[in-house]
């Protein structure tokens, strides 16, 4: 019995860390997925152990189920946050494997994963395969659609599921299920982000492009091609501590941040309008990148003002307005990954000419398409 899932990074378009103290956000999927394979063990594998392969980095992490089993008294099979209780038992765990040092950001992503496998699918051997499209730790939501692919897989095998065909095989789940699968996945994210606001794994698991408040959900085709390009900086970050450091600013300085958090608000909305406007309507699509320009560059301005900026961040801003183009950085910050948008009348060499430009850098620069659909099951291929 096997299974194989696939979630899609995102960008977030405006509005992160804002978004976890209440304001609207915009986010996309983009077409980098994760992809997990689940397979439970047979009689005749003789397996009595929980086995984790993370493909990009040649780790294999293995536990008996005896101990997975006593670990976890007890566990709830509806989506559930992980208890203090529970959250020592899996640093007791995750202690054990002897992480490389080099490696010790994939322990948040390895608790996440004995949360949530034990928590849906109990004590049962398996060898679990991670892949993933997505750079880890560049804001381009790694850890959502680890959690989001994670869930869907393990939920796939649990009665009642309903799914719809979609394509080679690929199949996606019925709105029932498909929440569920998130639910699963905001709890996995909690793990590994502390504070999220859910807004990666919603558009992981549900696709397109999404306006997002906590609580409220509206999704939307964009009328405007949004060619982004994504230029990844290559500095390691953790989101868990960035939104940690927006809190501490906040709490430092309430006012001022509520006004800033205000501000990503209307914002948000109105790129919101913008994308949901018809074109042609009053406005042509060049009126609209232009409009969509304006507000990257005042949103990545609320960005520095949260302190989630970093030097190589504004070196990618200098570049790119060399040649008059808007960048604002995307996800956490801090390092990560900068968006530019690239309009639909720029000419191929001035694109080449500035990806050439960051790339001496020592950035990485690709372009990937945006807005695609949401997490898929596929039951019928083998890794
Ligand atoms: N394929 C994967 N396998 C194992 N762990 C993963 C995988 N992808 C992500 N993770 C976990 O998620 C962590 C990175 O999450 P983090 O939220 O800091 O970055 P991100 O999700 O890439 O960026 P952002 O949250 O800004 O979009 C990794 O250090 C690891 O613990
Ligand atoms: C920084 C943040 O706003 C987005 C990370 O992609 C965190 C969150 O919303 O959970
Ligand atoms: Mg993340």
């Known amino acids: 019995m096997e299974v194989k899932s696939r979630a899609p990074g995102k960008i977030i378009l405006s509005g992160e860390h804002a978004v976890v103290h209440g304001s609207t956000a915009v986010a996309s999927s983009i077409d980098l997925y994760t992809y997990v394979s689940l397979r439970f063990s047979t009689p005749s594998d003789d397996q009595d152990s929980l086995k984790l392969q993370l493909k990009e980095t040649a780790l294999e992490f293995s536990w008996p189920i005896t101990r997975i089993r006593a670990s976890f008294p007890q566990l709830s099979s509806t989506p559930t946050s992980c208890s203090v209780e529970n959250a020592k038992a899996i640093a007791a765990l995750v202690q054990d494997l002897n992480i490389p040092e080099a490696n ?46 994670l869930a869907a897989a393990l939920l796939a095998y649990t009665d009642s599921v309903s799914f719809h065909v979609n394509h080679q095989g690929w199949l996606s789940f019925g709105e029932k299920d498909l929440e569920l699968v998130n639910q699963w996945a905001f709890e996995g994210e909690k793990i590994i982000h502390g504070k999220p606001s859910g807004i990666d794994n919603t558009v992981s698991a549900y696709g397109n492009i999404i306006s997002f408040k906590l609580g409220s959900l509206t999704h939307m085709k964009s009328s405007v091609p949004l060619k982004m390009l994504i230029t990844n900086t290559k500095v390691g970050r953790n989101t868990k501590a960035l939104v940690a450091g927006v809190g501490e600013r906040m709490l430092r300085h309430p006012d001022i941040m509520a006004f800033v958090f205000s501000a990503v608000d209307s914002l948000s909305n109105e790129l919101t309008s913008i994308l949901k406007s018809p074109t042609p309507d009053e ?62 009348l720029l000419s191929g060499t001035v694109v080449d000419k500035v990806v050439a430009e960051l790339e001496s850098c020592g950035f990485q620069c690709f372009i990937a398409g945006i807005g695609g659909g949401g997490v898929e099951i596929n039951f019928g291929v083998s890794s």
């Open 104 to 149: 010790f950001g994939l322990a948040s992503g390895v608790s996440a994963f004995l949360w949530l496998y034990s928590s849906i699918q109990g004590f049962k051997p398996a060898t679990v395969l991670v892949t993933s499209e997505l750079p880890l730790g560049s804001g381009l939501g790694s850890s959502a659609s680890f959690c989001v692919a």
């Open 283 to 344: 406005l042509s699509v060049t009126e609209k990148e232009q409009k969509i320009e304006e507000l990257m560059e005042m949103n990545e301005g609320l960005l520095q003002s949260m302190g989630v900026s970093h030097a190589t961040i504004q070196t990618v801003l200098q570049t790119t307005l060399k040649y008059k183009l808007a960048s604002k950085l995307t996800g956490a910050g801090g390092g990560g990954c900068v968006l530019t948008l690239l309009p639909t």
